[in-house]
């Protein structure tokens, strides 16, 4: 079972506003990552945070997680059309299956 | 360049003709992962295998075999392909495996996908 769940499942915005999506998961983590699809396309890494930490920074990108929520959320500031694709936040749990869980993304479309 | 390579990109086939979908990693990666992508359910995953000969199930592995016999290549096989196999196909890698060494997990790298018909 999918155990990220993204928020929200659609988001329109226009160029040069920020975009802000959200994950929320149900057991203990080693790390959460975003990955981006665009349309039909393989995912791209795009950051990974620890779950020793905090805030995570990478460009336009800022990633935070609360431990104790169980949440992360995917800030993009300034967006720009190309940034036009579905993200998706994966989870590594802490112990009991080797695989990364994602969630059902969000939809974002940054119109011009 | 670092790549996941999977073949074909588009395959349209019937009911019950044996196909393989491959995949070819080029990063001297041991996890190798297939996953499953439908409209409104996400990326679930097929099988995975965390190094040579060792593989095992993931959340849908029914109808699918997989093979590591060596470290690149991790090839998805549907020996009767049935109509709710439709769908897109994505092959996966990393260097470490998730859920070891803590939190210091590498993330994944995708191929380009292979999008399934069966009729």
């Known amino acids: 079972s999918q155990q990220g769940e993204e928020d929200p499942q659609a988001l329109s915005i226009q160029e040069g506003e920020n975009a802000t999506m959200n994950c929320s998961y149900k057991?203990?983590?080693?790390?959460l990552q975003w990955y981006r699809q665009n349309s039909g396309r393989g995912l791209v890494h795009l950051i990974l945070?620890?779950?020793?930490?905090r805030e995570k920074h990478s460009g336009r990108l800022r990633v935070t997680l609360d431990t104790s929520k169980k949440s992360s959320s995917l800030l993009i500031t300034a967006s720009r059309a190309a940034d036009t694709a579905s993200y998706f936040c994966?989870?590594?749990?802490?112990?009991?299956?080797?695989?990364?869980?994602f969630g059902t993304g969000t939809r974002l479309k940054v119109l011009a | 360049e670092a790549q996941v390579t999977q073949n074909p990109r588009y395959l349209i086939t019937v009911t019950g003709k044996k196909l393989t979908v491959t995949c070819s990693q080029n990063m001297n990666h041991e996890y190798m992962s297939w996953y499953r992508q439908d409209p409104g359910l996400g990326l679930r995953q097929i099988y995975y295998s965390m190094n040579v000969e060792v593989t095992d199930k993931g959340d849908v592995p029914e109808g699918y075999k997989v093979s590591r016999k060596e470290k690149r290549n991790f090839p998805l096989i549907l020996e009767s392909p049935s109509p709710n196999q439709t769908s897109l196909y994505f092959c996966?890698?990393?260097?470490?495996?998730?859920?070891?060494?803590?939190?210091?997990?590498?993330?994944?790298?995708f191929g380009n996908g292979t999008r399934l018909t069966v009729t």
């Open positions: 994966a989870t590594a749990p802490t112990s009991g299956t080797y695989k990364y869980i």
């Open positions: 057991t203990s983590i080693n790390n």
């Open positions: 996966a890698s990393s260097y470490s495996t998730p859920g070891t060494g803590g939190s210091y997990n590498s993330p994944l790298h």
């Open positions: 945070i620890r779950s020793n930490e």
